[in-house]
């Protein structure tokens, strides 16, 4: 049976944090930040990465956002992911279990890759 997220709730997006490796001040890890803001309260986090990382091979994209989703899994907060189908993809596959909620952006052709991509499988 396919992995299928549960809706998105309102308390769920009480506190929803948005970053990606440009956020990062000097000394800071991908997962440290994310840690941190999940004790600061965060109920969600997106990965929205705008760096030359963004259009690197997948599996950089995915070492750069498994301990995200790592500590996102350890608070049982949801990841999103903003515009980038192929690592939601990718991440999705490395922890099926986890709620995977790729970011649904306005731009048509990106939900439409979602949709084709993911079938009914993540948000």
């Known amino acids: 049976m396919p992995f299928m997220p549960q809706r998105l709730s309102p308390e769920t997006l009480r506190l ?3 970053f990606g490796p440009q956020d990062l001040a000097e000394g800071w ?3 440290g930040l994310a840690e941190a803001v999940l004790r600061g309260g965060a109920t969600c986090l997106q990965w929205r990465d705008k760096t030359a990382l963004a259009r690197a091979p997948l599996t950089e994209r995915v070492n750069a956002c498994a301990p995200v989703l ?3 899994r350890a608070a049982g907060a949801p990841l999103l992911i903003n515009d980038d189908v ?3 993809a ?3 596959a490395f922890e099926a279990a ?3 909620n790729p970011h649904l952006d306005q731009a ?3 939900t439409e890759q979602l949709r084709k ?3 009914g499988q993540a948000l």
């Open 86 to 88: 192929d690592l939601a």
């Open 70 to 72: 790592e500590a996102a």
């Open 117 to 119: 991509r993911l079938r």
């Open 90 to 92: 990718a991440l999705q």
């Open 29 to 31: 890890t991908a997962a």
């Open 98 to 100: 986890l709620r995977i």
């Open 108 to 110: 048509v052709d990106v």
């Open 16 to 18: 929803y944090a948005i």
